[in-house]
Nanobody, 121 residues
Framework: QVQLVESGGGSVQPGGSLRLSCAAS????????MAWYRQAPGKERELVAK????????YYLDSVKGRFTVSRDYAKNTMYLQMHSLVPEDTATYYC??????????????WGQGTLVTVSS
């Protein structure tokens, strides 16, 4: 029912910045936590950042802590990942993830289709 669409990926030089966006197809109070994952070619997918339903608690992968910031804009029904001081190791496809709890007995996860970030000189 709910779809997640990522945007903002592209090519940037080391030290540059990008802001990724993840927009839900509709407003819903059922969305609980949201997160950003990434997967580099030939590597396993890893959790980059996570944010709780009210934005009160966040988690960051050690290698991005201090450089990346995850946030949510509830009015726009969108999650963001602001990335600074990018390094080649950040090159990956970034995926948006969310868990929905529409009822007390229902819980399911939704993945976006991904947006590619390439950091190179």
């Amino acid at each position: 029912q709910v779809q997640l669409v990522e945007s903002g990926g592209g090519s940037v030089q080391p030290g540059g910045s990008l802001r990724l966006s993840c927009a839900a197809s509709r407003r819903t109070s059922s969305i609980d936590a949201m997160a950003w994952y990434r997967q580099a070619p030939g590597k396993e997918r890893e959790l980059v950042a996570k944010i709780t339903s009210d934005g009160g608690t966040t988690y960051y992968l050690d290698s991005v802590k201090g450089r990346f910031t995850v946030s949510r804009d509830y009015a726009k029904n969108t999650m963001y990942l602001q990335m600074h001081s990018l390094v080649p190791e950040d090159t990956a496809t970034y995926y948006c993830w969310a868990v929905l709890v529409p009822t007390i007995e229902a819980r399911y996860e939704v993945w976006g289709q991904g947006t590619l970030v390439t950091v190179s000189s």
